[in-house]
């Protein structure tokens, strides 16, 4: 591991033969998951500069906008953690200071290597979490090991997302496919695109078809080729597999971008797209993405809502931490040639993905 700079930021890097991960020093962010031969990095870089959070003041940055989700955006990049929500703080947690997806994706780290690894710390003093990611490369694939320990003596439920980002130049409208070991599945619930979106709003589905505002269906599976869009969908994740997992491939890149999971700790995987759709700071109608983000909850939404739904498709919607407790999750990412894309893919518990 080495300290280095990365998109202005204070940020480490490890690497193998094939790939560099790069974990930026405050946020906790993964910026980037490169395949060296190519220098091809899927995850999303915005396109307006960023800052660390702990130099975010509103009044000296308007550009990031004038809400509880600008300190987030300011310092955003790749593959971000939500927690201890996923979504936006109510009312009242905003006017404290909460910003959007909680305090993990804007407090600092502690960064630390040895043994091919890298691993990141950070205290989450308001949620009174001790958060832990190990980071190891084994070939094209990263594995991490995540650790959630409860500080407090009660029991607390959380949201716990991976908010891993896919953009350009990986990501190409009309190109790039997805697949997903996905089943029921659910539009959010309210306008999530400004009225420029096809999703019909609230409607429930079957992966991948789903529903368009004006009759029909629209296949998730290929990256949508409209002019301006946006929406958010969740999906629930295969009950009959012990993993599930998603793919992202794009012809013209030759790489197979995707995440391998325990079913039973995140069962949930949310679809997020932004396409050049929304319009204020520090947005400005300029971005393409498409969020996969697999965590133990639904919809992004403030704490209250979260647990009030409880459940969706008979599915939990949230997770507890028991008090005094730790909780470890682990999972893998990978990048490798095209010709390795899945028809199905599995983790066979050790360091690799495997397909077959």
Not at 218 to 230: A, K, L, N, Q, Y
């Amino acid at each position: 591991m080495h300290e280095t700079r990365y998109r202005n930021r204070r940020a480490y890097a490890i690497a193998n033969a094939l790939l560099r991960v790069t974990v930026l020093g405050e946020g906790g962010h993964i910026a980037e998951i490169t395949d060296l031969a190519s220098g091809m990095n899927p995850l999303w870089t915005p396109p307006w500069p960023s800052i660390e959070p702990s130099q975010y003041d509103p009044a000296l940055h308007p550009e990031y906008g004038q809400n509880a989700e600008s300190k987030l955006l300011a310092g955003i990049m790749g593959h971000n953690l939500c927690l201890d929500i996923f979504g936006g703080p109510s009312e009242e947690e905003a006017a404290a200071g909460l910003a959007v997806h909680g305090e993990a994706p804007v407090v600092p780290y502690e960064i630390e290597g040895g043994d091919g690894e890298l691993l990141a710390r950070a205290h989450l003093p308001e949620a009174q979490l001790r958060f832990e990611r190990r980071l190891r490369l084994a070939s094209g694939v990263l594995r991490v090991i995540e650790t959630v320990e409860n500080l407090a003596a009660t029991d607390r439920p959380v949201g716990w997302t991976q908010h891993a980002t896919l953009g350009p130049p990986f990501l190409v409208k009309g190109a790039t496919q997805f697949r997903a070991c996905a089943t029921r599945s659910k539009v959010y619930e309210s306008d999530f695109s400004q009225g420029k979106g096809y999703m019909k709003t609230g409607a429930e589905f079957d992966w991948p078809h789903v529903p368009h505002r004006d009759g029909g269906t629209v296949d998730m599976r290929v990256f949508t080729d409209t002019p301006v869009s946006g929406g958010y969908t969740t999906h629930l994740m295969d009950l009959g597999r012990e993993q599930a997992w998603f793919a992202a491939f794009t012809p013209a890149v030759g790489l197979v971008f995707g995440y391998v999971w325990r079913r039973a700790d995140f069962p949930w995987l949310g679809i997020w797209e932004e396409n050049h759709c929304r319009t204020s700071p520090p947005w400005n109608g300029q971005n393409l993405t498409r969020g996969m983000e697999f965590g133990v909850s639904p919809m992004p939404e403030s704490r209250r809502q979260m647990i009030e739904r409880g459940s969706l498709f008979g599915e939990r919607g949230f997770r507890w931490i028991p008090a005094r407790s730790r909780v470890r999750v682990d999972y893998c990412a990978f990048l490798l040639p095209a010709s390795s894309v899945p028809e199905d893919v599995h983790w066979d518990g050790a360091e690799q993905v495997s397909f077959g």
